[in-house]
Nanobody, 122 residues
């Protein structure tokens, strides 16, 4: 079965860190752009970061620049999101996605993982 499995969310205090992991199974991530998106309660889902398959370059939303880092390991068939200096406004369900081409402003079509909840609160 082709799927993405995201995990690593949890409750963290403001200023803390978490690393999200998205593991692919049933197919290879090689050749796909990979992205992280999030949806806060009552809000639309938004793009957070993505990493290109072509050259490994990354793009992040202004709200997370300097705090979040996306990376990929094609051998482990995994994409990560390292989140530092977390803020309450980062509270959301985070989703990973794979698509031949990803942008932050549109929803990928190919494959989504189930979300993992991140709660930033003291």
């Amino acid at each position: 079965e082709v799927q993405l499995q995201a995990y690593g969310g949890g409750l963290v205090q403001p200023g803390g860190s978490l690393r999200l992991t998205c593991q692919a199974s049933g197919f290879s991530l090689d050749g796909f752009d990979l992205g992280w998106f999030r949806q806060a309660p009552g809000k639309k889902r938004e793009g957070v970061s993505y990493i290109k398959s072509s050259d490994g370059s990354t793009v992040s939303a202004d709200s997370v620049k300097g705090r979040f880092t996306i990376s990929r390991d094609n051998i482990k068939n995994t994409v990560y999101l390292q989140m530092n200096n977390l803020k309450p406004e980062d509270t959301a369900t985070y989703y990973c996605a794979a698509d031949p081409r990803i942008t932050l402003s549109s929803e990928p079509d190919y494959l989504w993982g189930k979300g993992t909840l991140v709660t930033v609160s003291s």
